[in-house]
């Protein structure tokens, strides 16, 4: 009469089948909870601060990007205006 390790296997979660899944569904109602606690809880606590200091900008910096956005929109502009070859008609 040999056993082979299926049946022991099978054996062992047919007789402890409900501890295994109290302990699993105890796993993750601790992992849930955790999870709230992480991202829901402790987040209604913390007050938004507004940032008192003032931002410096380089003003050459600053000429620099918005001549570039003008460049960019003049572009535009004229390829929208272009009228170019039909090839279907």
């Known amino acids: 009469m040999t056993v082979t390790i299926f049946e ?5 979660l047919k007789k402890y089948r ?4 109290g302990i699993i569904f105890i796993i ?10 992480k991202f829901v809880y402790l987040l209604t606590d913390i007050e938004i601060e507004a940032i008192a200091d003032e931002i410096e900008i380089d003003q050459q ?3 620099n990007v918005l001549n570039n956005i003008n460049i960019r929109e003049d572009n535009l502009k004229r ?10 008609n």
């Open 79 to 88: 390829i929208q205006t272009n009228k170019y070859f039909d090839p279907f």
């Open 18 to 21: 409900f501890y295994i899944l």
């Open 28 to 37: 993750l109602i601790s992992f849930n909870f955790y999870i709230y606690y």
């Open 8 to 12: 022991k296997t099978h054996s062992f």
């Open 61 to 63: 910096t600053l000429q």
